[in-house]
């Protein structure tokens, strides 16, 4: 059974930081790429950040970009998220997400984590 399982959310105050961790197993993953997506309340489900697999190009999407990397384990098919210089609106449920290719909506995405809640106080 194919699996996205997350961990590493929890509360930080502004300016902290967080590691979101996610580990794919079950399946063949070796082909699909893994990202992030969040969803605040009342928002759409967002892209935060994609990894392509095969040579490691990633991708952040404008608000992150500086504050957050996206990389992966050695081992196995892990994708980390670490966020620094974390803000309010960075508060949401943050998902581990695959798909083979593109990954810019959610619309895109074949397999999610159950997802982990990132809250960030003032």
């Known amino acids: 059974q194919a699996q996205l399982v997350e961990s590493g959310g929890g509360l930080v105050q502004a300016g902290g930081s967080l590691r979101l961790s996610c580990v794919a197993s079950?399946?063949?993953?070796?082909?699909?790429?893994l990202g992030w997506f969040r969803q605040a309340p009342g928002k759409e489900r967002e892209i935060v950040a994609h990894?392509?697999?095969?040579?490691?190009?990633?991708y952040y999407t404008e608000p992150v970009k500086g504050r957050f990397t996206i990389s992966r384990g050695n081992a196995g098919k892990t994708v980390y998220l670490q966020m620094t210089s974390l803000k309010p609106e960075d508060t949401a449920i943050y998902y581990c997400?695959?798909?083979?290719?593109?990954?810019?909506?959610?619309?895109?995405?074949?397999?999610w984590g159950q997802g982990t809640q990132v809250t960030v106080s003032s």
């Open positions: 997400a695959a798909a083979r290719f593109t990954m810019s909506t959610s619309k895109d995405v074949e397999f």
């Open positions: 079950g399946r063949t993953f070796s082909v699909y790429n």
């Open positions: 990894l392509r697999w095969s040579d490691g190009t990633t």
